[in-house]
T-cell receptor
Framework: LAKTTQPISMDSYEGQEVNITCSHN???????ITWYQQFPSQGPRFIIQ???TKVTNEVASLFIPADRKSSTLSLPRVSLSDTAVYYC??????????????FGQGTTLQVKP | NAGVTQTPKFQVLKTGQSMTLQCAQD?????MSWYRQDPGMGLRLIHY???????DQGEVPNGYNVSRSTTEDFPLRLLSAAPSQTSVYFC???????????FGPGTRLTVT
């Protein structure tokens, strides 16, 4: 199973761009990279998912280099409401590990005024 | 759509008691899973199901049982509660493992 490594915590200020990098050296060929956001006392919420290169949606961008051994979640112009824990997950492909999506410890992002 | 619902929201058990945490989804999702989250930690997968009648173990399955008799429901049973099972439990569902998982609001369980 692909294991992910993220920074435990990050601080930022309102209006800044935040980049959170996740390492996943053992990613399998068919694995996707997915990011979730979790607020206190709530379940995680899907942010973005990608397989390679760059993916962008209305809330974030996901950058994946050619070797796919890492990925970077980019949050443009963060606000106080973006203070949360962000999880990087690798898996979901049809590689035989079906069903075992593993959450790491996540990155606690603190946005300051 | 109600999405993913979990009951109860809170539960206190004594050591040795058994109980069932309920999870239901109304999105016709094939994939469902149970996670536990301990303070300051990420989510750990307990059991999952890729369809009615099919279940498998996750990272931390010991002390828990599951069954999937319908597409909608995926209950989690604690056979004999232990203090180490004090945690917040989340249920999730998705169309496919590759796709976005929808999480329920969680059940906060305390075992004394």
């Amino acid at each position: 199973l692909a294991k992910t490594t993220q920074p435990i915590s990050m601080d930022s200020y309102e209006g800044q761009e935040v980049n959170i990098t996740c390492s996943h050296n053992n990613i399998a060929t068919n694995d996707y990279i997915t990011w979730y956001q979790q607020f206190p006392s709530q379940g995680p919420r899907f942010i973005i998912q990608g397989y390679k290169t760059k993916v962008t949606n209305e809330v974030a961008s996901l950058f994946i280099p050619a070797d796919r051994k890492s990925s970077t979640l980019s949050l443009p112009r963060v606000s106080l409401s973006d203070t949360a824990v962000y999880y990087c997950l690798v898996g979901g492909g049809s590689s035989g590990n079906t069903g075992k999506l593993i959450f790491g410890q996540g990155t606690t992002l603190q946005v300051k005024p | 759509n109600a999405g993913v619902t979990q009951t109860p929201k809170f539960q206190v058990l004594k050591t040795g008691q058994s109980m069932t945490l309920q999870c239901a989804q109304d999105m016709n999702h094939e994939y469902m899973s149970w996670y536990r989250q301990d303070p300051g930690m990420g989510l750990r997968l307990i059991h999952y199901s890729v369809g009615a009648g099919i279940t498998d173990q996750g990272e931390v399955p010991n002390g828990y049982n599951v069954s999937r008799s319908t597409t909608e429901d995926f209950p989690l049973r604690l056979l004999s509660a232990a203090p180490s099972q004090t945690s917040v439990y989340f249920c999730a569902s998705s169309t496919d493992l590759s796709y976005e998982q929808y999480f329920g609001p969680g059940t906060r369980l305390t075992v004394t």
